[in-house]
């Protein structure tokens, strides 16, 4: 089966760097991805890491290890605005489907 | 373009009932997948329609059922509703199969409550 493991809630304040973590599972794997959702919102398509290394993407970068299946999600200088919930999300696989792992909540703090 | 729809955006239902989901993709998008969304779950894939066809599907009971139309808009269906089905139900669309895509536009969502 697959499954996805990130720390249900992180804390960080405004202006800080934060990383959230995932760490996967899965029979075959293509990529991972990383979702933002707003409280009451949509889940918007942050970031997609299909290849070991870094990719950055203005103040959010994501990074995947394919070896030590693992990958996370990097923040700098938070801003209120940030605070959302993040999800990282496995992408294709034998089951070709696009699993979600649980969801961290970030808050971030004046 | 326009963004993923789904109405309604909210609804109520009794136990025992049934209620009917719609999902409107991006033009040109011809994967949809449904997924519902509870505190402390994270997102639970449903299913995935693609050129009016099931592709793939979740660990749900039969009482959740789907289809895809020939202009890309699908439907999900849940019948005898229990209380455990309230979520926010979430549809994203792709142009691709949701697995062949790195990417998924999701809708607002519907937030269903069962009382």
């Known amino acids: 089966g697959q499954s996805l493991e990130q720390p249900s809630e992180v804390t960080a304040v405004e202006g800080a760097i934060v990383q959230i973590n995932c760490t996967y599972q899965?029979?075959?794997?293509?990529?991972l991805s990383w979702y933002q959702q707003h409280d009451g919102g949509a889940p918007t398509f942050l970031s997609y890491?299909?290849?070991?290394g870094l990719e950055e993407t203005g103040r959010f970068s994501s990074f995947l290890s394919r070896s030590d299946s693992y990958g996370y999600l990097l923040l700098q200088e938070l801003q209120m605005k940030d605070s959302a919930s993040y999800f990282c999300?496995?992408?294709?696989?034998?089951?070709?489907?696009?699993?979600f792992g649980t969801g961290t909540l970030l808050a971030v703090q004046p | 373009k326009a963004g993923v729809t789904q109405t309604p955006r909210y609804l109520i239902k009794t136990r025992g009932q049934q209620v009917t989901l719609s999902c409107s993709p991006i033009?040109?998008?011809?994967?949809v997948s449904w997924y519902q969304q509870t505190p402390g779950q994270g997102l639970q894939f449903l299913f995935e329609?693609?050129?009016?066809?099931?592709?793939n599907k979740g660990n749900f009971p039969g009482r959740f059922s789907g289809r895809q139309f020939s202009n890309s808009r699908s439907e999900m269906n849940v019948s005898t509703l229990e209380l455990g089905d309230s979520a926010l139900y979430l549809c994203?669309?792709?142009?691709?199969?949701?697995?062949?895509?790195?990417?998924?536009?999701f809708g607002p969502g519907t937030r269903l409550t069962v009382t």
């Open positions: 999300a496995v992408y294709g696989g034998a089951t070709n489907k696009l699993i």
């Open positions: 329609y693609f050129s009016e066809t099931q592709r």
């Open positions: 994203a669309s792709s142009f691709q199969l949701a697995g062949d895509s790195y990417e998924q536009y």
């Open positions: 033009s040109g998008h011809r994967s």
């Open positions: 899965t029979s075959g794997f293509y990529g």
């Open positions: 890491n299909g290849l070991d």
